[in-house]
């Protein structure tokens, strides 16, 4: 078990309850919605996977790569669509923002944030794949 990334997945849910009392306050409603939920989803894998972090098979510094790329992501995946309900930003998100635009600034900053959490986010799940490959003791016995 690794209680850190388990920890972050609370503060994350903890960030997901706050972000629910702002949704009167954003501009797009929807896109706020999205932070909330996005956040909730974020903070309950990162506790996932926290709870199963014995099992992955990774050298020390893939772990930590795998570490710090979910924390990353689960953050700023939350962060990113926060900025653009409060901003307006939602040329990322047209679904969620029914086609709203910002500035030039804010969507530049929305976009790096959602583009940098879709890297990351692969290197993640590749890493947790690696790492559940091959047989443990625990599977070699059923």
């Known amino acids: ?5 388990i920890r972050h997945g609370f503060v994350l849910i903890l960030l997901a ?5 702002l ?11 999205s932070a909330h939920t996005i956040a909730i989803l974020g903070g309950v894998l990162l506790i996932g996977i926290g709870a199963v972090w014995p099992v992955f098979q990774l050298s020390a510094r893939q772990c930590q790569v ?5 924390v990353y992501a689960s953050y700023a995946n939350w962060l ?20 709203a635009e910002a500035g030039a600034v804010a969507e530049a900053v929305v976009t790096a944030l959602l583009i940098s959490v879709a890297l ?14 091959g047989r443990g003791a625990e599977d070699a016995a059923r």
């Open 17 to 21: 309850l706050l972000t629910g009392f």
């Open 80 to 99: 990113g669509c926060l900025i653009g309900a409060f901003t307006g930003a939602g040329r990322m998100t047209p679904v969620a923002s029914a086609g």
């Open 23 to 33: 949704l009167p306050a954003v501009e797009i409603p929807r896109l706020g919605l």
């Open 120 to 133: 990351t986010s692969l290197v993640a799940v590749g890493l947790a794949i690696w790492g559940l490959r």
């Open 66 to 70: 795998m570490y710090w790329t979910w």
């Open 1 to 5: 078990m690794n209680r850190s990334i």
